[in-house]
DNA sequence: GCAAAAGTGTTTGGATTACACCCATGC
DNA sequence: GCATGGGTGTAATCCAAACACTTTTGC
């Protein structure tokens, strides 16, 4: 077989992974940006991203990366779409695969560190203009992340460890952009394994809500056992 | 910022596309191997797929990939997973990023070209062993075929364009292993637009059936103009 | 008591299920 | 006629939507 180029010429791409982590707060989903302080696109807005290793896997590089830019540790990376423009980087041929996270923002701290000038959680629908094609890599999971949202039990990702049920609704209500019944909700969501804590909000204004926690160990045992299907 | 390595030596990757291509055919999902003729793996079954070149953006290189290999063309791929491990190529740091697609094998005919020596319509069920990480690629794309067996109408895609209500009933139960009443697939299936044709199968020792085909355009119709969901 | 949100029960219509039955064709 | 699948109707049941109502808190 002949290649229109030699062989050896196809070793000059780079790959980068660049990180979407997403969270939830003032009943927003926010996304994590950073401020470059290095060129290309300097001073400039962009999610977490960097070349991986040569010797590297993808999610140990994302993790890596996700560490060194933002502090941020033991978040659970999911991969998501890969972009090659050739011209996406400025640069040279650098192709990106976007690996993406649901946090629960109040849990972590996320600081600015390496190259990064500033860490920034803004919030989805007013994101500032961003370096690279990271806008479109952005919305592109965010889309991921609300088909998600149906499918999988990853609600529990972005709200606090304790949440009331009004919260999920609104959580839910936001996400896809609809209105619920809160006495349909509830029956909605009968089959999906909570723990309804003896415990109840506190310094609200009216009658303090019960707080759950979602049962993260019930729903694998569904999951294997009775092949439970999570649903929205 | 100081990277452990020179910034060069990051253009010292390569990358590939892999393509698996599905179709339907006796009652059972195949996939499009071709057997190598070039190292590594030379005289294997792999799926179609190698290097992207240095100025293509990868839906292009797809479907480049695809026809230089299978004489395949006008088929629509779309991404799928990218796989990374450092060791997954022999001769270096390759990443590869999956396309698939779903096609009508009896509506186009695949032929071995370029370094390909033969090609293979292969039962999913009774895969050979394959090149490189192949039958991961090629796993973990079926089930994403499954997956989306039920939330978009891509079934046509695999059934002839004229097709029984029976044989799409059967393509559903063969994917997800399970048994349907008859009477209730076509209650179920009344709010798809399908076109009832004025057509019966022939030379059946029974009752001949009548012939369907999928209404594309009511379908974009409904998504756009009443937020059509698809459903099965 | 009032405002505000928490939390529950009832009705209704439409979808899903199980199952029975009739129809058209080849041989 | 009979074997084989094509095609349809019905009753029981489940589920989701709409809506009204009661409860508990702060002020």
């Given at each position: 077989?002949?290649?229109?180029?030699?062989?050896?010429?196809?070793?000059?791409?780079?790959?980068?992974?660049?990180?979407?982590i997403?969270?939830?707060?003032?009943?927003?989903i926010h996304?994590?940006?950073?401020?470059?302080?290095?060129?290309?696109?300097?001073?400039?807005?962009?999610?977490p991203?960097?070349?991986?290793?040569?010797?590297?896997?993808?999610?140990?590089?994302?993790?890596?990366?996700?560490?060194?830019?933002?502090?941020?540790?033991d978040?659970?990376?999911?991969?998501?779409?890969?972009?090659?423009?050739?011209?996406?980087?400025?640069?040279?041929?650098?192709?990106?695969?976007?690996?993406?996270?649901?946090?629960?923002?109040?849990?972590?701290?996320?600081?600015?560190?390496?190259?990064?000038?500033?860490?920034?959680?803004?919030?989805?629908?007013?994101?500032?203009?961003?370096?690279?094609?990271?806008?479109?890599?952005?919305e592109?999971?965010?889309?991921?992340?609300?088909?998600?949202?149906?499918?999988?039990?990853?609600?529990?990702?972005?709200?606090?460890?304790?949440?009331?049920?009004?919260?999920?609704?609104?959580?839910?209500?936001?996400?896809?952009?609809?209105?619920?019944?809160?006495?349909?909700?509830?029956?909605?969501?009968?089959?999906i394994?909570?723990?309804?804590?003896?415990?109840?909000?506190?310094?609200?204004?009216?009658?303090?809500?019960?707080?759950?926690?979602?049962?993260?160990?019930?729903?694998?045992?569904?999951?294997?056992?009775?092949?439970?299907?999570?649903?929205?």
């Amino acid at each position: 077989m002949s290649y229109k180029i030699k062989f050896d010429h196809f070793f000059s791409y780079s790959f980068s992974l660049d990180c979407a982590i997403f969270g939830y707060k003032d009943g927003k989903i926010h996304v994590l940006l950073i401020k470059r302080a290095m060129e290309p696109y300097s001073g400039e807005w962009a999610i977490p991203g960097n070349l991986v290793y040569p010797d590297e896997d993808l999610p140990i590089a994302a993790s890596r990366i996700l560490s060194e830019l933002t502090k941020l540790t033991d978040v659970e990376l999911h991969q998501g779409q890969t972009f090659g423009n050739p011209n996406r980087h400025p640069q040279g041929r650098v192709i990106t695969c976007a690996y993406f996270a649901l946090v629960r923002i109040d849990d972590l701290v996320a600081e600015a560190d390496s190259w990064a000038e500033e860490v920034l959680w803004a919030p989805m629908h007013e994101l500032p203009s961003l370096a690279f094609d990271h806008k479109e890599i952005v919305e592109s999971t965010y889309a991921d992340l609300r088909r998600k949202l149906q499918y999988e039990p990853i609600c529990f990702d972005l709200l606090p460890e304790k949440f009331t049920l009004n919260e999920m609704q609104q959580l839910y209500e936001y996400a896809y952009n609809v209105e619920m019944d809160k006495a349909n909700f509830r029956k909605k969501i009968k089959s999906i394994p909570l723990i309804h804590l003896e415990e109840k909000q506190k310094n609200v204004k009216h009658r303090p809500a019960n707080l759950f926690s979602f049962d993260a160990d019930r729903y694998k045992q569904l999951v294997e056992e009775e092949n439970y299907l999570f649903r929205m």
